[in-house]
């Protein structure tokens, strides 16, 4: 699967009809490292993802507070290290909303959505 451009969602965003909510768009691009949190060597890693829950979480982060707009696109499949895992996005009003709702959303797809297993 293609990753999206993230220049392509947030030329989308700013377009949208309430863009005039917006004051910060943060992005999060999620890759393969070549070590785990532990500093063992890893050389990949298999991810699979919950497409359905995929689509409730993002549905749940649009609403909450300040937050104007969500995408996030999730890898699938067995990834390389330097393969992109996740690519996510979040515009809204102020940086105090769009800072948490981004590490929030993120903690959300990879406690709900994602399962992946690191390759050694």
């Known amino acids: 699967m293609d990753a999206p451009d993230v220049n392509d969602w947030i030329s989308a965003v ?11 768009i943060l ?7 070549g070590t785990s949190r532990s500093g063992e ?11 359905a829950r995929l689509a409730e979480v993002l549905a749940e982060a649009a609403t ?7 995408r996030a696109w999730v890898n699938e499949g067995s990834l390389a290290v330097g393969d992109d ?9 102020i940086r105090e909303h ?3 709702a981004l590490q929030r959303l993120v903690a959300l797809l990879k406690t709900e959505v ?3 297993t690191e390759t050694h």
Do not use: C, N, Y
Request: aromatic content about 4%; overall charge negative; cysteine-free.
């Open 14 to 24: 700013k377009a949208q009809p309430d863009a005039g909510r917006i004051g910060m």
């Open 27 to 33: 992005s999060h691009q999620g890759v393969v490292r």
């Open 41 to 51: 060597p890893v050389t990949g890693m298999d991810l699979s993802v919950d497409r």
């Open 64 to 70: 909450w507070p300040g937050v104007v707009a969500v």
């Open 85 to 93: 895992i996740m690519k996510v996005l979040v515009a809204g009003d």
């Open 98 to 100: 769009v800072f948490d």
């Open 114 to 116: 994602v399962s992946e």
